[in-house]
C-alpha cells in the first residue's frame, strides 16, 4: 500500500521560512516524479514544483521561482520542499504527489498518489 505523508507545514510570519518533507512508503521514489501541489481556502489546487526521478528537472510555478526549491533523496525515499521568503499569498495546504512520467507535469490528473496535505500559514 502506498502512503505519501507531508510534514513541516505551521505558522509563519511574512519573509519566514519552513521546510516541508514528502515520505514515501509502499514505493520506492527513485522510480516517480514528484510534484508538490497547494490549494488555498476557495481556490482550485495549483501546481507549486515538481522534480523528476533523478532530480536532474525541476519545474516551478512563476510565482515561487527564486524562493522555493525542491529536492529529493532517493535513499531516504523522500522529497523536500524549501521555502523561503514566505509571503501570505503562500497560505494553504500543500500536497506531495508522485508520477510515473519522466518529465514532472503541472496536471494534477497525471499523478498516481497523494499525501494527506501539510498546512502553510503565513501570517503578515
Known amino acids: 500500500q502506498v502512503h505519501l505523508v507531508e510534514s513541516g507545514g505551521g505558522l509563519v510570519q511574512a519573509g519566514g521560512s519552513l521546510r516541508l518533507s514528502c515520505a514515501a512508503s509502499g514505493i520506492a521514489l527513485s522510480n516517480y516524479g514528484v510534484g508538490w501541489f497547494r490549494q488555498a481556502p476557495g481556490k482550485e489546487r495549483e501546481f507549486v514544483a515538481g522534480i523528476s526521478r533523478s532530480g536532474a528537472l525541476k519545474d516551478y510555478v512563476d510565482s515561487v521561482k527564486g524562493r522555493y526549491t525542491v529536492s529529493r533523496d532517493n535513499v531516504k525515499n523522500t522529497v523536500s520542499l524549501q521555502m523561503n521568503s514566505l509571503k501570505p499569498e503562500d497560505t494553504a495546504v500543500y500536497y506531495c504527489?508522485?508520477?510515473?512520467?519522466?518529465?514532472?507535469?503541472?496536471?494534477?490528473?497525471?499523478?498516481?498518489?497523494w499525501g494527506q496535505g501539510t498546512q502553510v500559514t503565513v501570517s503578515r
Open positions: 504527489a508522485v508520477d510515473r512520467r519522466l518529465v514532472p507535469s503541472r496536471d494534477e490528473y497525471d499523478y498516481d498518489y
